[in-house]
């Protein structure tokens, strides 16, 4: 028995006299994938064109060498990435990562054919695929308007944009055996004051019905549709508001997206899961971290974080959400950046798991606040690493600070060399 086997062995007696079952908590945890976000690793580039993004609101700050400029080299640094993180996880792709051999394709004419190699590797590895369509940086998406747009001609273009990315989406969850969750969002919305904010709302809910109006069966493709508070260029009006969202997806039996960054700062996420669960069937979550607004920084384990996760597991909702990482920085090594996110997610998992909820509920259901609170409090300082470190080893990937060194030694022999 090693040192970290021993470390578990002891903090599997300490958890067992509060009634925990480590291993059933592991067992558990060993079921949850997480969708890593393919715009972690490029700057939200793409690659349509060597151009980047030219508009959406949509920035990722940062000079740090060694980003991602083929769809290879994404794929070797997600690779990467994978190797740190324990279990087995998905890949999230926007629309605009297609391999398009050099040639001009654009949004309405994409084919499932131009995201073979993403296919080909998700197989390889063992890992399901998730997918975006891209409503921004287009010539057709510089209004700020697209599926709500008054113009037929840029809507229809959209329209015919949603349903290729389904049916894209769909050859992913068929050749994978997995479905592909495809995330609607679209920037739409009004910089400042519009004095109409019912007919953009019609027209994006017509677009929608049009673009779901072909069934593709849920084995293969799910729909989601999410909601955001405002973004850049639509400060005062957003068209897929909160309450258009969610009147939507519950009309349509289509899965709720929240975004940690998409609503009022003082608002978290986490408080909305018990509510919701009452009305809608799944839930599709982008974790992200704002500071101040909707800032996309890596995701830490603070207590925001914390809360997503006590709350999925205190209400059972982990079979009903498919979690995955929505941000984008780079200011620091972006394998770092999915690695310490991800870890931080599964982490937070694991800390829930490991509550004694059983005892918990008696508490709160006896009108004893005092010891559920202070229980609370002292999990907080139960050997979490311990098991955590377990976990890693039986999975195989680093322990503790050890991905660090090895991530530098990927850093300074391949990343360092693109110019």
């Not at 700020?144 to 229809?156: E, N, Y």
């Amino acid at each position: 028995m090693n040192k970290i086997e021993k470390a578990y062995a002891l903090a599997k007696e300490q958890y067992a006299a509060l009634g925990v079952d480590t291993d059933a908590a592991l067992r558990k945890l060993a079921t949850v994938k997480i969708s890593l976000h393919c715009w972690q690793g490029d700057d939200v580039r793409g690659f349509e064109s060597g151009d980047g993004l030219t508009d959406g609101g949509i920035l990722a700050t940062g000079n740090y060498p060694g980003r991602a400029r083929t769809a290879e080299e994404l794929r070797a640094d997600a690779d990467k990435a994978f190797s740190f993180i324990p279990g087995k996880h998905r890949f999230n792709i926007h629309a605009i990562y297609l391999e398009n051999g050099g040639k001009k394709v654009d949004r309405d004419e994409i084919e499932p054919k131009h995201f073979q190699g993403w296919i080909d590797w998700a197989k390889e590895n063992k890992l399901g695929l998730d997918f975006n369509p891209t409503y921004f940086s287009h010539p057709l998406a510089a209004s700020g308007l697209t599926l709500a747009s008054p113009s037929k001609k840029v809507r229809d273009f959209w329209i015919e944009h949603g349903k290729r990315c389904r049916t894209i989406a769909a050859a992913m969850g068929r050749a994978l055996g997995t479905p592909s969750v495809v995330n609607f969002w679209m920037p739409d919305g009004y910089k400042d004051i519009p004095a109409d904010r019912l007919a953009p709302r019609k027209r994006m809910a017509e677009s929608l019905d049009e673009i779901f109006s072909v069934e593709i069966p849920k084995r293969y493709e799910l729909d989601a549709f999410e909601c955001k508070l405002f973004g850049i260029g639509s400060e005062s009006y957003v068209v897929g508001s909160h309450e258009f969202v969610m009147g939507y997806v519950m009309k349509n039996n289509k899965i709720l997206t929240l975004d940690s960054g998409h609503f009022h700062p003082t608002e978290q996420i986490a408080d909305k899961f018990s509510a919701l669960s009452m009305y809608v069937d799944e839930f599709l979550l982008h974790v992200s971290r704002g500071v101040r607004w909707d800032s996309d920084h890596v995701v830490i384990w603070n207590d925001e974080l914390r809360g997503i996760a006590e709350e999925l597991v205190r209400n059972n909702l982990l079979e009903r959400a498919h979690i995955g990482l929505d941000y984008f920085d780079a200011t620091i090594n972006r394998i770092a950046a999915w690695t310490i996110g991800t870890r931080a997610m599964l982490k937070a998992l694991l800390a829930a798991l490991l509550d004694p909820i059983k005892d918990l509920r008696r508490m709160e259901k006896e009108g004893d606040f005092t010891y559920r609170l202070a229980l609370m409090e002292e999990m907080k300082s139960m050997p979490l690493c311990d098991v955590w470190n377990y976990y890693c080893q039986t999975k195989d990937v680093p322990i503790g600070r050890a991905w660090i060194d090895e991530m530098r030694k990927y850093e300074e022999s391949v990343q360092s060399k693109r110019v």
